[in-house]
């Protein structure tokens, strides 16, 4: 083990952590991601499954998690609901690190997809993950977490507000280079005409007043008008995050969604603080998340305290 760290920490790798909620196109986006970076990038490359419930793949996995713990086997042993299965897995991982790094070793040369599981409390408060991949980082891994949301969340404001807060929380606990992204949007651009605004207010996230103003308005978020203020509020003072859309089908899209991958992994502590509003907007490195992290829970406690004044 402590020869795998010397070595380790002299070379350096790179990658993409792939997460977001089920049903957001992980598996698919990395299926495609993969033929494309080998097929028309001739680039080295490799998926690494981590989803012990993965059963439907459209790649073959280098490395299967599947080969090491599965939620079946797990939910039938220890008679655990799917959710709790999950995150048993996950930490079953975590304890068995080894198994992982020593199948990585084997990979020379070669950019790392890795596919997630969808549950988002992995990604909002549990450990586990956070943890494996800081490890990876402290071995020369330099990865970037792409998070992906299906943009039908944009067709209704509470549903695109909960997306907002969902990625900031995620933000600021997995703690890696990050870029946000709406995937599905063939069909964003095909109902353009039926959203409330058009797509670039959604993947640019502009003045949140105006969904304020469509909140207030609802049958059910009438009801809670400081809550929608206070929320609001909370996304626009952090002002961190924001879309690239993705077309799977795309080459120019998947490659938009390469460089903005590649802009943020190279971005350090120097370039931060001279950057624009707008590409702090939308390159958030992993350092500045570990500053605001406290800031961003007190927010939000104080946020919730409005149900109650």
Not at 14 to 29: A, D, L
Not at 153 to 160: I, Q, R
Not at 246 to 268: G, Q, T
Request: glycine share 4%; proline share 4%.
């Amino acid at each position: 083990m402590a020869l795998v760290k010397r070595v380790r920490k002299a070379e350096s790798y790179f990658g993409q952590v792939v997460i977001g909620p089920p049903g957001s196109g992980k598996t698919t986006y990395c299926g495609k991601v993969y033929k494309f970076y080998k097929d028309k990038l001739n680039r080295k490359v490799e998926v690494v499954n981590l989803d012990p419930a993965n059963e439907n793949m459209n790649y073959s996995p280098k490395i299967d998690i599947m080969q090491l713990v599965t939620v079946e086997d797990v939910m039938k042993n220890l008679n655990l609901g799917p959710n709790g299965a999950l995150m048993y897995c996950m930490e079953y991982l975590e304890e068995n690190f080894d198994w992982l790094l020593n199948q990585l070793v084997e990979i020379k040369d070669s950019y790392l997809i890795f596919d997630m599981p969808g549950q988002v409390e992995l990604y909002t408060h549990h450990g586990s993950i956070k943890k494996i991949f800081q490890k990876l980082e402290k071995l020369g891994y330099h990865l970037c977490a792409v998070h992906m949301v299906d943009s039908h969340y944009c067709s209704d404001p509470p549903k695109f507000i909960s997306t907002l807060l969902l990625s900031l929380s995620t933000m600021m606990q997995i703690a890696l280079p990050h870029v946000n992204v709406l995937s599905k949007a063939d069909l964003l651009k095909k109902n353009a005409s039926k959203l409330d605004f058009n797509v670039d207010f959604y993947t640019d996230v502009l003045d949140l007043n105006y969904l304020l103003d469509l909140l207030d308005e609802g049958p059910f978020t009438n009801k809670y008008k400081k809550l929608n203020a206070a929320i609001i509020e909370l996304i626009q003072d952090y002002s961190l995050v924001c879309f690239v859309p993705l077309d799977v089908n795309s080459d120019k899209s998947l490659l938009d969604l390469k460089s903005a991958i590649d802009k943020v992994r190279k971005l350090n502590i120097r370039h931060f603080f001279s950057l624009q509003s707008c590409d702090v907007h939308c390159y958030f490195l992993a350092f500045k998340a570990q500053f605001l992290k406290p800031c961003f829970y007190i927010s939000l406690f104080r946020v919730f305290l409005t149900l109650w004044v």
